[in-house]
């Protein structure tokens, strides 16, 4: 392995371009966020050093044994957040880039490409929710003071905030400069924007046009073995700096080196396709790499390189599709007891629902046949339960899972043994019952309310409806302001605004009756929308008891509805 002669970043990022620099199978996710591409570019523009690279020597015949992907140009946090596979590669020799892998990616991202992240505020699933950015330079002025010390004020904007320009700000698109030669093309710029009455707009398109096209600062190692276990062994060695190498990175790493077929893309897709389920999940690659483990039976779900040896993973791609197909059963499963996203407080909770499922073949019809309703409402009430208990998902979560599945091997060969888990977790200090003083903390909780919501009212139909957490007392009439003005002792408010957000103030309702109840208090949504008997029975329904007209009597009702509910809780748990 040799150090090289350092290149110009535009010299690399045409390299990426024409297909000579390209990624290994065993590459990274890009990880980084908008403000660390911003502070690499203002490092290279204050001539700080940005680390060497390792480059990999591949030769003709390694190409047609592994994969490689292509750079990530234009990174969309939902639609496109994976590298691309390479199809045929015609050239005789390419150069897999094994360490700086983010900070090229940066690189060709900030010059070449763009980067769409969520607007706070907005639905994942709404279109308008992930606008295209580019990267952006103020030329006119350094940047504001700020926390990550940097001068230039380098950032990610939309083409219509990038228009808007005063004295102070004019905003360069840094990929513009690729197109630059020389400093004649960057004062024929300004002098078109009629930016030519200051030094400072030329002076720093002329220190960026230097650092992309002049000098040198890809420093680089190149290592030329073709040995796949000494490659691999390097990434994982030079990758142990920066941003953290996970072991499922290296697992991953090691799946789509050792698989037949591609396994980054059949993780990549599975996870995909499992949090596109129902109202939305968060399930990571490490979730469906542990799931493999658990379920393809390796003796050790621990994240060690021991276990991802070439038995293993081919045990593991053996059984892959069948273990996908339980995953996502499972998923569908826990999306119909009303899950999601923001509710499913423990991803590896349903691990043990679907190696059950694995293990029995994942039966035709489990989701909805009325054979398996007593399994299924088996199944809801363990996770529920094992959810709310504070500490069962956390510490000690390898061994715990291996001896749940060492129960379900053991006991599930025709129901769900929810007994038998409650068990071994029992002798691991993680029993699911529940003392005075946890339900205590329970009934007047302001988080895990779905789980409680919905073990407390089974009767809703999550599979087929969607529910929403309604604030019986909305909490729009529990400012500061609004409380004054329904004369609310003034030192009453602070326990009225705490008490809004916990359990007894909070229902189940579906999104239509949600949004017709509005911001309305509950006395008069109750006498306005439904004729006496259907109001009582809705308040008998949901333990509302009497609904006071009056906010001021708000106390009373948390109080008469906390001892309703905790009744509810001390026979269920």
């Given amino acids: 392995m040799a150090f090289q002669t350092p290149v110009?970043?535009?010299?690399?990022?045409?390299?990426?371009?024409?297909?000579?620099?390209?990624?290994?199978?065993?590459?990274?996710?890009?990880?980084?966020?908008?403000?660390?591409?911003?502070?690499?570019?203002?490092?290279?523009?204050?001539?700080?050093?940005?680390?060497?690279?390792?480059?990999?020597k591949v030769s003709h015949e390694s190409i047609r044994e592994?994969?490689?992907?292509?750079?990530?140009?234009?990174?969309?946090?939902?639609?496109?957040?994976?590298?691309?596979?390479?199809?045929?590669?015609?050239?005789?020799?390419?150069?897999?880039?094994?360490?700086?892998?983010q900070r090229l990616t940066a690189l060709n991202i900030g010059l070449r490409g763009s980067y769409a992240y969520k607007l706070p505020h907005k639905w994942w699933r709404s279109p308008d929710a992930f606008p295209r950015r580019h990267l952006y330079l103020n030329i006119l002025d350094d940047a504001e003071e700020n926390d990550a010390g940097m001068r230039h004020d380098f950032r990610f904007l939309r083409e219509e905030d990038a228009r808007k320009r005063d004295e102070k700000r004019y905003w360069y698109r840094v990929g513009k400069i690729l197109g630059a030669e020389d400093a004649a093309d960057l004062y024929e710029f300004l002098l078109?924007?009629?930016?030519?009455?200051?030094?400072?707009p030329f002076r720093v398109l002329n220190k960026l046009h230097a650092v992309v096209h002049k000098e040198p600062v890809v420093a680089y190692y190149e290592e030329e073995n073709q040995d796949l276990d000494k490659v691999l062994d390097i990434f994982i060695r030079t990758n142990s700096g920066g941003t953290t190498l996970s072991y499922s990175d290296m697992l991953m790493s090691m799946a789509t080196a050792q698989w037949e077929m591609d396994a980054r893309e059949a993780i990549h897709g599975t996870v995909d396709e499992i949090n596109a389920i129902g109202e939305g999940f968060g399930f990571s690659h490490d979730f469906l790499l542990k799931a493999g483990l658990?379920?393809?039976?390796?003796?050790?779900?621990?994240?060690?390189?021991?276990?991802?040896?070439?038995?293993?993973?081919?045990?593991?791609?053996k059984q892959w599709d069948d273990i996908t197909r339980a995953i996502r059963v499972t998923v569908e499963l826990v999306s119909g007891f009303g899950f999601?996203?923001?509710?499913?407080?423990?991803?590896?909770?349903?691990?043990?629902?679907?190696?059950?499922?694995?293990?029995?073949?994942?039966?035709?019809?489990?989701?909805?046949?009325?054979?398996?309703?007593?399994?299924?409402?088996?199944?809801?009430?363990?996770?529920?339960?094992?959810?709310?208990?504070?500490?069962?998902w956390g510490s000690g979560l390898d061994s715990l899972l291996t001896a749940l599945r060492d129960a379900i091997d053991l006991h599930g060969e025709g129901a769900f043994p929810a007994a038998r888990l409650e068990e071994a977790m029992r002798k691991r200090g993680k029993g699911l019952k529940f003392e005075e003083e946890e339900l205590q903390d329970l009934v007047e909780s302001n988080d895990r309310t779905f789980a409680l919501l919905s073990l407390l009212y089974p009767l809703h139909?999550?599979?087929?409806?969607?529910?929403?957490?309604?604030?019986?007392?909305?909490?729009?009439?529990?400012?500061?302001?609004?409380?004054?003005?329904?004369?609310?002792?003034?030192?009453?408010?602070?326990?009225?605004?705490?008490?809004?957000?916990?359990?007894?103030?909070?229902?189940?309702?579906?999104?239509?009756?949600?949004?017709?109840?509005?911001?309305?208090?509950?006395?008069?949504?109750?006498?306005?929308?439904?004729?006496?008997?259907?109001?009582?029975?809705?308040?008998?329904?949901?333990?509302?008891?009497?609904?006071?007209?009056?906010?001021?009597?708000?106390?009373a009702f948390y109080e008469a509805r906390r001892d309703q509910l905790l009744g509810k809780l001390r026979q269920l748990l």
């Fill in 8 to 56: 110009t970043i535009h010299k690399a990022l045409t390299s990426i371009q024409t297909g000579k620099y390209v990624l290994p199978a065993i590459q990274r996710e890009f990880v980084w966020r908008p403000g660390q591409i911003a502070r690499l570019f203002d490092s290279l523009m204050r001539g700080y050093p940005i680390g060497s690279f390792l480059f990999w």
């Fill in 66 to 101: 592994y994969r490689f992907y292509d750079f990530m140009l234009n990174f969309h946090q939902k639609n496109n957040p994976h590298c691309s596979p390479l199809g045929h590669i015609t050239q005789d020799e390419i150069t897999a880039v094994l360490d700086g892998q």
């Fill in 192 to 200: 078109d924007k009629e930016l030519t009455g200051e030094r400072r």
């Fill in 294 to 317: 658990m379920l393809a039976g390796i003796k050790s779900v621990r994240f060690k390189v021991t276990n991802f040896n070439q038995t293993n993973m081919k045990q593991l791609e």
């Fill in 340 to 392: 999601s996203r923001g509710s499913l407080s423990a991803h590896n909770a349903v691990l043990p629902i679907a190696h059950y499922l694995h293990r029995r073949g994942t039966p035709t019809g489990f989701l909805a046949s009325v054979a398996h309703r007593e399994d299924r409402n088996a199944i809801q009430n363990w996770l529920t339960r094992s959810l709310l208990k504070r500490g069962i």
């Fill in 461 to 555: 139909n999550f599979r087929t409806d969607r529910f929403d957490i309604d604030h019986v007392f909305p909490k729009s009439r529990f400012t500061s302001a609004q409380l004054r003005k329904a004369h609310v002792p003034e030192h009453d408010i602070p326990a009225f605004r705490d008490r809004a957000n916990r359990l007894p103030n909070l229902q189940l309702l579906d999104p239509e009756t949600n949004r017709r109840k509005s911001d309305r208090p509950p006395h008069a949504w109750l006498s306005e929308d439904f004729d006496a008997p259907a109001a009582d029975e809705h308040m008998r329904r949901q333990d509302l008891g009497d609904v006071p007209a009056d906010r001021r009597d708000f106390p």
